[in-house]
């Protein structure tokens, strides 16, 4: 199943934290689009879910300034 969540009005480190919140929620396998701001939150959202055991499989562009990330539990 596929989950959206947009931090686009979260500052750092409050970006990642509602992500955790957000995964733990999650079946294993389900994936998670989230849309991020360019800068430190598309910096740490990826590592820092990479450092909890899930995989990104991709980091896009979004509408400017934003990017979605997807993160697979």
Do not use: Y
């Not at 999650?26 to 590592?47: F, H, I, Q, T």
Request: hydrophobic residues 40%.
């Amino acid at each position: 199943m596929v989950h959206f969540l947009d931090i686009t009005k979260e500052h750092c480190p409050m970006t990642f934290v509602k992500v955790k919140l957000k995964l733990e929620q999650l079946a294993a396998g389900d994936r998670l689009e989230v849309l991020l701001n360019e800068g430190e939150p598309l910096s740490n959202v990826p590592k820092s879910a990479r450092q909890q055991g899930c995989k990104v499989i991709s980091i896009t562009p979004d509408q400017p300034p934003f990017h979605r990330v997807v993160i697979e539990k």
